[in-house]
């Protein structure tokens, strides 16, 4: 078995994952975390929802990084802004000369020449690492259905594109993206039928198609457990009708709604575990140093309060 | 939401990625087909394959529909009056098809079908799921096969990219930027006013990438009138009045923003919003203020009741005290923080059901969907 580098250990990870499983919350808490333990972090939002600053609690972030926390930085990718920040820095262009037309032309061949967007979008977040300007890069990516596509741009650029500036750059970027002790890609699930399947399929595409390795899973929203075998049993005892009947005397009402969300919180998270399982099984010897928990919050909205609590769920789980 | 979809020919169902989209796709095909009768045609875009799995059908062949077996509905206790097919849509072999069609003739359809670019295009070109999704749609509404057929859209960035699909392919073609592509390399450099576009180009790109990008440009827009034709009959048929939009979200705030942006959106392009389903929410007892009251009255009392319950003759007699309590605590503080959940999804409701008429709640069942039976459990709370 190889081991796994630890996943703070390294520079640039890309955190992907089905939509909805709150791959934001959860870059957004990494990123925090990785702030709080002294790294320069940045964080970039990749398909520019917006949904990062509202993690933050901050205004809207854009491709110029900004300061959101003291060692945070945030910024949402920009693929035209990427290319131009590239073409001033390469080609030495004057940024002002002749790049009219490079915007439209770049939108244009973008949609047409797959790897073109990916490459600029993909090749800023290296070029960050590459220059050492953070110790920490953290990609909130887009979802399973598209990450793959970005991370293994340089492969497809290569294949397609024989010479020009576009090609010069898949070798130092292959350097990082291939180099688990530097970069790697971080799954979000819940444990639900679906978000789990499409993990499942997900390491196997990350695995065949890209060189990025697999740095984590995080098992998002995971319910409490209430109660351990022992609870159980007086739980069924309570849910009897003498009990219930007393309980409700009690407290002056009806006490079998109390013991239907109880129950209906333990089937749930029952249902959810069989699905953990098959991630389990589906990670094999590798599952104990990848998996992460992170619990369900119980909380009246999701912003900056939601992040610090992810933050530390993630510590905790990061230490153990 | 059954007269609705009573009325119709075509239901799109859309909304944010992860809320159950295909589960709701395939309830609202199966209790049509159950209850409405006719043929009805349930079509997935999804890479996932989730539908063949909701429906218990395994893997759905691509590129045909398939019949759900008359046993799947047996085994679910029910008696269909129509017949429900489900189709997996291949986006490649739909896209080649197109090509084939549009093309002047075998050999143009060739030479692209053969180009390195195309097929870059038709595999990868993230947004080409969305158009070829409305496209099948309307060849599938045009053979005339079915009574109704229900789409389940793809999952895209944003679920409003499947609406511009077809605007923005009839766009691709009409732009300058293709025509500045498809000029013949010589008389470019006669062109002052685009040189310093072409210089860049070639820098970024390298002449021969350029050159391999013209010659597919030159070879597609060969299909170019036949495509923005049909881009624009896909519109119409989507705006026609016996197509509707069912939007389907859960309660939690990232796609209550998506849906809400969708439903105001729908409107304005001049498309009809059927319906509003909210998937997953929590049962409405669990934001009842009296239970709420007593589920902290419970915490709070937990070690008095215990003892109580424990005494001799009580009801839980013989129990060890202590733990009753712990389990009561439990009992408590669960409630509790369900509730808080119950309360941050009514405000997520308020803000989306003054967007749309029709809404319906489906709760949250605590297990997965897995055969037939779970689709038409799902199918009930929708159609009521």
Redesign the interface.
Known sequence: MVAVPELLDRKLLFVTGKGGVGKTTISAGLALLCASRGKRTLVCEMDAKGDLASSFEVAPTSFEEREVAPNLWAMSMDPEASLRQYLALQLRLPRAAGLGPVTRMFDFVASAAPGVREIVSVGKLCWEVRERHYDMVVVDAVASGHVIGQLSAPQAINSLVQVGLVRQQTGWMLDILSDPSTCGAVMVATPEEMPVTETIELIGSLERETTVALAGVIVNRVLPELFGTREEQVFEALSAPGATGHLSAALGGEATPLLDAARWMVKTRRSRADHLGRLREALGDRGGALLVYVPYLFLRSYGLRATRQVASALSAELES | MEALVASKEIVVVCG????GKTTVAAALASMSACHQGGKVLVVTVD??R?LS?ALGLGRVHSGGANRVPPEAFAAAGVTPRGELWAEMLDTKSSWDALVSRHAPDGATARRILDN??YK??SE????SHDYIAVERLFELHSEGNYDLIVVDTP?T??AVDFLLAPERMAE?FS?R??K??TVPYRSRLADTA?R??Y???????????LE??TE??ILFQTLSEGFVQRAKEVERLLADRRTTFVVVS?L????VR?AEAFLRLLPTRGLHAGGLVLNRVL?S??L?A??AT??E??SA?AGA?AS??CSAG???AG?DPS??E???E???S??D??T??A??ETAQRSELSGLQAVVADVP?L???V?DLGGVLDVGRYVWS
């Open positions: 944010p990625g992860g809320v890479p996932a989730r799995q390195s670019l870059n295009i990868r070109f993230v947004q999952p960035r944003n691709f732009s930027l293709l500045l592509l685009a310093p576009f210089y860049v180009a070639d820098r970024v790109l390298g002449t021969k990438f391999d990008i597919f440009f859960s939690e705030t990232v796609p998506e049962p007892y669990m009842d009296a239970l007593r589920a009255e419970l009392r009741l109580e319950l009580g009801p839980l129990y733990l009753v712990r389990v009561l439990e009992l408590g669960n409630f923080n369900v808080v959940v309360k941050r949250e605590g297990e997965d897995h």
